[in-house]
């Protein structure tokens, strides 16, 4: 196998080396690894909420079984709704700073190892 070591446009030689493409897989490898830590975030934040939700179901069927008039079932079952409505744009708030901070920390990671390449590169041109 041949390896052209012509410059980049910038003038800059950059052929694999050992360190580089271990760094690569690294980077994959975190990047593989966050990604699955945050769809456990997302599954284990929509099974607590659903878990929550079929709780307050069974919650409504007593009360609506201990109910003995028409006016005590629809208070209850509007209340039902009531809340049934604002926990759920609860947990869409929820669920958007979860994703603004897993974006938040994928751009920080990203821009951590960027610098590092950055260097990389640089203390092989100076030397």
Do not use: W
Not at 35 to 41: D, P, Q, S, V
């Amino acid at each position: 196998m041949q390896i052209d070591l012509e410059p980049f446009q910038f003038g800059l030689v950059f052929p694999p080396t050992p360190q580089n493409v271990q760094k690569l897989v690294f980077a994959a490898a975190f990047t593989q690894a966050h990604a699955f830590k945050a769809m456990m975030r997302y599954h284990i934040e929509t099974l607590a909420f659903l878990k929550h939700r079929c709780e307050q179901d069974v919650k409504l069927a007593e009360d609506l079984i201990a109910g003995s008039e028409f006016n005590d079932a629809f208070d209850v079952f509007s209340t039902f709704l009531q809340n049934a409505a604002s926990e759920y744009a609860t947990e869409a708030g929820k669920v958007a700073a979860l994703t603004s901070k897993l974006a938040s920390e994928t751009a920080r990671r990203v821009r951590k190892d960027a610098r590092t390449a950055i260097e990389d590169v640089a203390a092989k041109t100076v030397t």
